[in-house]
């Protein structure tokens, strides 16, 4: 039986929000089942974070409109890490020390889930489920033993990221770029995978530069790039960075072609930037599957929160992520984290029936997973599938700026099978 002493305790006052929509399916319940969600809703993340937050607060509205978790409520206390590591691994600690929750969902960035894991999730024995961080590094933590099994995300690695920007930089935008990337894991890791798929294809960067975050100009670093005569300019970093960086490249006569990395696909950058001075811009971004249920689930998520609003980046993720946290919960009939750990695979077990996202869907899977029936969990983003160090594989989309300066699908879809000829 759950024990719902643990998850009826009272929430310090230090939460910054929290996203316990039960309806009317769980009003009358007394017990709550309570996780962590950090998502950046400040900082350099936050015109992507802010949407990411909707979705996380509409999966938790559609559990509980769908019956609870294990008779209970189930809540996600919302947590602002301001973009920064040491803010996240705060909040990360508050979540757990003091609302004691069993799994968290989040962050943004590679290094605010980084540090959660090592300081956070792997020492207190949690589970930790990243909807947008793409570092390699996570990847080799696994195969070290030092994720202890309890990391997943539903965002594949930079190391398939980067060979389909490759692909579309050589396809679509320019054969000789200079990189520009933020002086972190992310960025340290995007760009040299990037660079090893890109001489696969011919191309030849001039020069790949670090930046370092939150500065106030980075006019410096923009001469130093438009030297060697590039192309034009791959920029793998952040909406907030990234408006003053771009903005200072135009302005010093910089070539208007450019490829974004996924972090920086978001409208508000595009509109901040101007689409005038845009010129040519691309970028490339994982994918869900087409499917009659992701269909579906962008009608009741636009219904919810304004059209179009499903397609903002990442919303799909966070969504998967956070119904994959309370599905497991509910398989595990526990809140104990080394029982959820488990479960997290049987979400997606291969021989379990296929149920869907959205109101009825998740009906459908906590009704099967109460009666102890497997389940494979084929969401938003389609049947993915963890492997062995909680990674996933999936297409990727090229996308391209359009004359409203909305970031959109091109058509292209970079297969995961042309992916890995790539890599090979």
């Not at 809703?41 to 559990?63: D, E, H, P």
């Not at 011919?202 to 192309?231: C, F, M, R, W």
């Not at 494979?376 to 599938?385: D, N, S, T």
């Not at 409203?404 to 292209?412: F, L, S, V």
Request: hydrophobic fraction near 40%; include cysteine.
């Amino acid at each position: 039986m759950l024990n719902r002493t643990l998850t009826r305790r009272v929430l310090g006052a230090v939460s910054v929000g929290a996203l316990a929509l039960a309806a009317a399916p769980v009003q009358a319940q007394t017990c709550t089942i309570t996780i962590g969600i950090i998502i950046s809703q400040t900082g350099q993340m936050a015109s992507i974070g802010a949407q990411m937050a909707k979705s996380a607060q509409f999966a938790v509205k559609q559990i509980n409109d769908a019956g609870g978790v294990n008779g209970c409520a189930f809540k996600g206390e919302l947590r602002d890490d301001q973009t920064q590591a040491s803010v996240a691994v705060d909040q990360a600690k508050q979540l757990v020390d003091i609302s004691r929750v069993p799994v968290l969902v989040g962050s943004i960035t590679s290094a605010a889930s980084l540090a959660m894991l090592t300081s956070v999730t792997v020492p207190s024995k949690i589970v930790q489920i990243t909807p947008a961080s793409s570092s390699p590094t996570f990847t080799t933590l696994a195969k070290e033993g030092k994720t202890e099994g309890r990391f997943f995300r539903t965002f594949p690695s930079d190391a398939l990221g980067a060979v389909a920007a490759a692909k579309a930089a050589h396809d679509h935008v320019f054969k000789k770029p200079v990189i520009v990337y933020v002086n972190n894991d992310y960025g340290v890791n995007l760009a040299k995978e990037f660079q090893a798929a890109f001489a696969k294809l011919g191309g030849k960067p001039t020069q790949a530069i670090p930046y370092n975050p939150g500065q106030a100009s980075y006019a410096p670093e923009v001469a130093k790039a438009l030297q060697g005569d590039p192309e034009g300019l791959y920029m793998i970093g952040t909406p907030g960075d990234g408006t003053t960086f771009v903005r200072t490249w135009i302005s010093q006569g910089g070539k208007q072609k450019f490829l974004f990395s996924d972090g920086m696909l978001s409208d508000k950058f595009f509109a901040d930037i101007g689409v005038k001075f845009l010129g040519d811009a691309w970028g490339t971004r994982s994918s869900g599957l087409k499917s009659d249920t992701r269909e579906a689930w962008q009608k009741e998520y636009d219904a919810a929160n304004g059209t179009g609003s499903s397609t903002a980046l990442a919303v799909d993720r966070v969504y998967d992520a956070t119904v994959i946290a309370a599905l497991a919960i509910q398989i595990a009939g526990s809140a104990k984290p080394d029982e959820i750990k488990d479960a997290v695979r049987k979400v997606q077990d291969e021989k379990g029936e296929v149920v869907g996202a959205g109101l009825e869907g998740l009906k459908k899977a906590l009704a099967l997973a109460k009666a102890k029936k497997p389940i494979r969990y084929a969401g938003v983003l389609g049947p993915i599938q963890f492997d062995q160090w909680g990674d996933i594989t999936g297409p990727f989309l090229v996308m391209k700026v359009n004359a409203e300066g909305k970031i959109a699908p091109t058509g292209t879809v970079l297969a995961k099978e042309e992916i890995d000829r790539l890599m090979k």
